[in-house]
């Protein structure tokens, strides 16, 4: 008989567990800490605005909110009854006229500081004015200007106009909202115009493009990201907007310029009706919601798309 001789085998070492956190468990505790701050902030005044919203909350019951009586959607039907509809209609109108108007006026001074010349930081310096000035100083300082005997009356020659009751102030609402939100679409569509690339200038240049042919068909596509953008954004701060309204106007509003989150703060804060103003935030919400969605989805469409052609 032969034996067969084999060598020894070494044996496999053993796998030595690290102590402490791993590569795959590392991002997860990374994003611990802003998850934590998003359910502390986000997600559990979510729910309980969920729940105030189906519960009989008042003055009456506020101080056993717990045991407040349970009446399911009744806040939601009581809401569209209490002028809700009617806030909804006045917030999304001045909100997208708001926008219409902000836009050419934002493209315009982007494109008048987008090349350097003399006095070009001075000029940016001014246009930003109205961005950084707070919402609380911009209402106190149009506000005194539109009083009956203010200088608006002054300089148009009229006597004793109201700008701040009466049909006017839906206008004077949106006038005020477009002298200090035009210059966040300045910012967004310079920050596109510096994205262009140089030969696209350099090409156009020797092709002889005038500048409207090179306005609407080289910079306007480089555009329409970052305005796009910006125009969900403004949207929604329009829609959102509680400090220019409130300062402006007062509360209660005039009927003409009753906000949903002016319509909310009284009903909550001044009827005291606090499951029926959590079920109108609710409402807000959904409606804030909607155009995010359809800008989510169309930049996810954008994406595949790309992928595709690729």
Not at 46 to 58: F, G, K, N, P
Not at 82 to 102: D, E, K, N, Y
Not at 205 to 231: E, F, H, S
């Amino acid at each position: 008989m032969t034996t067969l001789l084999r060598a020894p085998q070494k044996a496999a070492p053993k796998e030595h567990k690290r102590r402490g956190v791993t590569e795959r468990q590392r991002p997860l505790w990374l994003l611990t800490p802003g998850g934590l701050l998003m359910i502390v902030v986000i997600l559990i005044p979510l729910v309980l605005a969920l729940w105030i919203s189906l519960i009989d909350l008042d003055q009456y019951t506020l101080r056993r909110w717990v045991e407040a009586p349970f009446i399911g959607l009744a806040n939601y039907a009581e809401s569209l009854d209490s002028g809700l509809l009617q806030s909804i209609w006045i917030s999304v109108s001045f909100a997208v006229i708001s926008t219409a108007a902000t836009v050419p006026i934002g493209i315009a001074a982007a494109l008048v500081t987008q090349n350097a010349y003399k006095g070009r930081g001075i000029i940016r310096a001014i246009f930003l004015i109205p961005y950084v000035l707070p919402s609380f100083v911009v209402a106190s300082v149009w506000r005194t200007m539109l009083q009956p005997d203010g200088i608006v009356n002054e300089l148009l020659g009229r006597n004793n106009t109201l700008w701040l009751s009466g049909p006017n102030s839906y206008w004077t609402l949106i006038l005020v909202e477009i002298w200090a939100a035009w210059p966040f679409i300045y910012l967004m569509a310079l920050a596109g115009l510096q994205s262009v690339d140089h030969e696209v200038h350099e090409a156009s240049a020797v092709d002889g493009v005038t500048w409207w042919p090179k306005l609407i068909k080289v910079i306007l596509p480089y555009l329409r990201g970052p305005v796009l953008l910006a125009c969900l954004l403004a949207t929604l701060n329009h829609i959102n907007n509680f400090t220019l309204p409130f300062v402006l106007f007062g509360a209660p509003a005039p009927d003409n310029v009753n906000v949903m989150p002016m319509l909310v703060y009284v009903t909550s804060f001044q009827s005291l009706r606090f499951g029926l103003s959590a079920a109108m935030a609710v409402v807000s919400l959904i409606l804030v919601l909607i155009p995010l969605f359809v800008y989510l989805r169309a930049v996810r469409l954008d994406v595949h798309e790309e992928g595709v052609r690729r």
